[in-house]
T-cell receptor, first 110, second 114 residues
């Protein structure tokens, strides 16, 4: 079985502060991990995936297999980062199906 | 540019009605998904389809059925709507060719069952 846990339902920071959205997973195989984001009144969209090892909108996420974590980080949060963030896992054995965490609502105050 | 469209943004139905939610994607994706999105519960998978006329149950299929007669269209059916099916419904599609595995989502349908 697999599970994705996002321990924080809500997270608030001030503009310019560092932000870290936590994601932990359980899966015995080799997973692919993703972060999806939903801005207000917009559709859910991919933010980044671990295999790309890229930085998108200043966000990075490193897959830590030892700690089974895929935390999303940004050194200086901006107001436009306020959104709902979902961590998702794809098993190696499935075609495209994702397992989502419950999401973290990030609010960045001015 | 992938586009996933859903037939309605807002829908209000009465208890017991049969409800159809339609999803169309224009990128020839093999796989399509229906989720419901509820505050505090995240995205929960209702049904998915890997190919035309093929369907698989997700985590919460009770009270729902699906139809995929054409590759581009995936319909979610509420056989007899109930108030606990009031929710935001999201459709997604993905192609697994090339290993990208990115799901593209529709704008959502907010369904209210009275």
């Amino acid at each position: 079985a697999q599970r994705v846990t996002q321990p924080e339902k809500l997270l608030s920071v001030f503009k310019g502060a560092p932000v870290e959205l936590k994601c932990n997973y359980s899966y015995s195989g080799s997973p692919e991990l993703f972060w999806y984001v939903q801005y207000s009144r917009q559709r859910l969209q991919l933010l980044l995936r671990h295999i790309s090892r890229e930085s998108i909108k200043g966000f990075t996420a490193d897959l830590n297999k030892g700690e089974t974590s895929f935390h999303l980080k940004k050194p200086f949060a901006q107001e436009e980062d306020s959104a709902m963030y979902y961590c998702a896992l794809k098993r190696s054995s499935t075609l495209g199906r994702l397992y989502f965490g419950r999401g973290t609502q990030l609010t960045v105050w001015p | 540019d992938v586009k996933v469209t859903q037939s309605s943004r807002y829908l209000v139905k009465r208890t017991g009605e049969k409800v159809f939610l339609e999803c169309v994607q224009d990128m020839d994706h093999e796989n399509m998904f229906w989720y419901r999105q509820d505050p505090g519960l995240g995205l929960r998978l209702i049904y998915f389809s890997y190919d035309v006329k093929m369907k698989e149950k997700g985590d919460i299929p009770e009270g729902y059925s699906v139809s995929r007669e054409k590759k581009e269209r995936f319909s979610l059916i509420l056989e007899s709507a109930s108030t606990n099916q009031t929710s935001m419904y999201l459709c997604a599609s993905v192609s697994t060719w090339g290993g990208l595995n990115e799901q593209f989502f529709g704008p959502g349908t907010r369904l209210t069952v009275l």
